[in-house]
């Protein structure tokens, strides 16, 4: 643990850390709950630290209380700090600190709702997972929540905000949309053509993926994270297999690390290229799309040649990868070059061609103060001035020993974000091929045979951004398993983006910001 | 526009004549898993790590009876690394689709 000017936080708030524990690059500080605001305030805006996932535990069976975690990323120290405050049961409230700390507001209102613990001075404190129907008093994450219970429907109503005035109109759009996706309503309020508010309503269909995790043995409970967002189910699978293998103090052997590079990498591949035909179909550049399509099946059947699967699926394990890929290396190399060719080609066209520039370039745009303020991550975030990578910031696998670029830029419009995803992808390429040259020899898997009990973060770069996992351990099954899945953050960020733009290039917007209903809602 | 019409012939048609032309997975692809009823020893190993639950192990009247269903399979093959016989492999068969849930269940009994 090394984090420059760490005892400035402690001689700030000495008297008031009732206690303090080190593992691996996570400082854990417990204090009291009235001084949590405070504290949180000073490390965001002190030293520039964003809170990264916010979550409460139920450990009232063991020390009498359930506990809320705030964690913060220390980019330039590869470190977390995570403060801890205890919540009692009989007094269920904790203060807000949205109004100092933007980005916490959706998880202290999921807190809310899963816990029953409340934000006290939370600026929005309806309801955001459980829908009105869902009574009160029943929080699904509690312990003595017992999964297959079915509550009965309750009578209320979800109350928009609402924009009134003359020749002020709403549009609803959804859940149901025109396309086969997921179920999400849009509320617009429009004076003419321009969108002056954009309520966006998400958790349709909450799945119950943590509450699934709990008890749930650790080999299975990988497939289960890969699940979760189906086209980062690698990005999902890593950071997930990186907390257990902290927690266990393993060793991944080296040729495991790469081959998870290569896997990260073929990911956001196919994903920024799915991006990229789906951007292009919303401008109506049906060559671009096609071409774009192409490229991602490309890499799709290059995936299953190597691993078996389309979506890279089954491929890691706790301790390591579970196949290895080393002799399918001329194969993806050659693929990969004419890809790269190919795509060079395209991206140039696309870029260059007026009524695709005319219809990305200022739209959708968002200011750097609003990302930073929402914690906007990946593509979108890089767009909009955050330069931040966990693959830089925070390496996991093998990124530390491999060279390679973050684009970042400040326009924050659709075309920025396809721009970095369209440098993203030739930076993926030469990760991959740096890789693969310098594939290790030696096991893909290290044994673990049981988890100690402990706690640890697990972390990766999905082509989305950050995924972030806290993954605690009993008795060598999962007590709790927290899931942060980028778009969790980056949804928010589409009621900013589209103020002022027409009701024509939502759909643009939306898809440069390739936001996840899946990822965001589990 | 040139470019465009460039790209496009050099591209040519990528589209395969499928189904009327099979389109085979390729080698080492995770698809329906296979029961080898001579290997089997009924030991259970697979049952247990199935992460969806859909391998059972029957016993009645004297009759053991293994069940996959391809329903709810989610290919990821850790029957298959289990089994200390091999009586479980992953095919590279992948078109599953069936008119009832009846012809998505495999089974091999014994009778002891």
């Known amino acids: 643990m090394n984090i420059e000017n760490i005892d400035m936080i402690r001689k700030e708030f000495k008297s008031l850390i009732l206690n303090e524990t080190v ?18 305030d000073y490390i965001y805006h002190h030293f520039d630290a964003p809170l990264i996932s916010m979550f409460a535990t139920d450990e009232r069976k063991i020390e009498g209380s359930f506990k809320v975690h705030y964690v913060f990323s220390f980019d330039r120290e590869d470190a977390f700090i995570i403060i801890k405050i205890d919540v009692d049961e009989k007094s269920p409230y904790f203060k807000s600190i949205t109004h100092r700390i933007p980005a916490a507001s959706w998880y202290e209102r999921e807190i809310q709702d899963m816990f029953g613990l409340v934000p006290q001075g939370h600026p929005d404190p309806r309801r955001l997972i459980n ?9 699904p994450l509690r312990k003595d929540f017992d999964i297959s219970t079915k509550p009965p429907r309750v009578k209320g109503e979800y109350a928009y905000r609402r924009v009134e005035g003359e020749g002020v109109y709403e549009i609803p759009v959804g859940p149901v949309h025109a396309g086969v996706i997921e179920p999400g309503h849009f509320r617009f309020s429009v004076a003419g053509e321009p969108i002056i508010n954009l309520e966006i309503r998400h958790f349709y269909t909450h799945k119950g993926v943590e509450k699934l995790f709990e008890r749930l043995s650790l080999d299975k409970a990988v497939f289960l994270a890969e699940r979760i967002s189906g086209d980062n189910s690698v990005a999902h699978a890593v950071a997930f297999c990186q907390a257990l293998e902290k927690i266990a103090g393993v060793d991944v052997p080296l040729r495991a690390r790469y081959t998870r590079v290569i896997l990260c990498e073929l990911e956001r591949l196919y994903n920024h290229l799915g991006d990229i035909a789906g951007i292009a179909t919303d401008v109506a550049y049906g ?15 290059l995936n299953e040649r190597v691993t078996g699967s ?8 706790a301790g390591g990868v579970r196949r290895d890929i080393g002799d399918k290396k001329d194969e993806i190399l050659l693929t990969l070059a004419r890809f790269q060719r190919d795509f060079r080609e395209l991206i140039e066209l ?36 955050m330069d931040r990578d966990t693959r830089r910031d925070h390496p996991y696998a093998a990124y530390d020993e491999l060279n390679f670029k973050v684009p970042a830029m400040k326009s924050g419009d659709v ?33 673990i045979r049981k988890i100690p009990d402990g706690y640890a973060l697990g972390y990766s770069e999905a082509p989305r951004g950050e ?18 899945d980028p778009s969790f953050c980056n949804w928010l960020a589409i009621e900013y983006a589209v ?3 027409i009701v024509p290039d939502f759909p643009i917007i939306n898809k440069s910001l390739s936001l996840s209903y899946s990822g965001n809602d589990m | 526009m040139f470019e465009i019409i460039r790209k496009t012939l050099r591209t040519g048609s990528q589209t395969i004549n499928y189904p009327q032309e099979p389109d085979e997975a390729p080698p080492g692809f995770r698809g329906k898993p296979e029961l080898f009823q001579s290997r089997c020893t009924c030991c259970g190993e697979c049952v247990s790590v199935c992460p969806p639950s859909v391998i059972w192990l029957k016993e009645e009247n004297g009759e053991k009876t293994l069940t996959i269903s391809y329903c709810g399979c989610i290919f990821c093959g850790r029957c298959e690394e289990v089994c200390p016989h091999g009586a479980i492999k992953l095919t590279q068969e992948y078109e599953l689709a069936s008119k009832t849930k009846d012809d998505l269940l495999a089974r091999i009994g014994w009778r002891s």
């Open chain 1, 131 to 139: 829908f009105e129907d869902w009574p009160d008093g029943v929080y």
């Open chain 1, 415 to 447: 075309f920025a974000r396809t721009k970095i995803r369209s440098d993203e992808v030739a930076e993926s390429i030469g990760l991959i091929e740096q890789a693969l040259w310098s594939l290790p020899e030696g096991d893909i898997r290290a044994e």
């Open chain 1, 287 to 301: 060559f671009g799309a096609a071409h774009a399509n192409k490229l991602k099946e490309e890499i799709l059947q």
């Open chain 1, 499 to 501: 103020l002022d733009n």
């Open chain 1, 23 to 40: 593992s691996h690059n996570e400082l854990y500080l417990t204090v009291k709950k009235d001084v949590a605001v405070k504290l949180c």
């Open chain 1, 350 to 385: 696309i870029f260059s061609t007026s009524s695709v520039m005319d219809r990305i370039e200022t739209t959708g745009h968002i200011y750097t103060d609003t990302a930073k303020g929402l914690h906007v991550v990946g593509p979108a975030g890089r767009a909009s001035g």
């Open chain 1, 310 to 317: 389309r979506m890279l699926r089954g491929m890691n394990a």
């Open chain 1, 467 to 484: 995924v972030i996992y806290w993954v605690n351990i009993k008795e060598n099954r999962i007590e709790r398993c927290k899931v942060r």
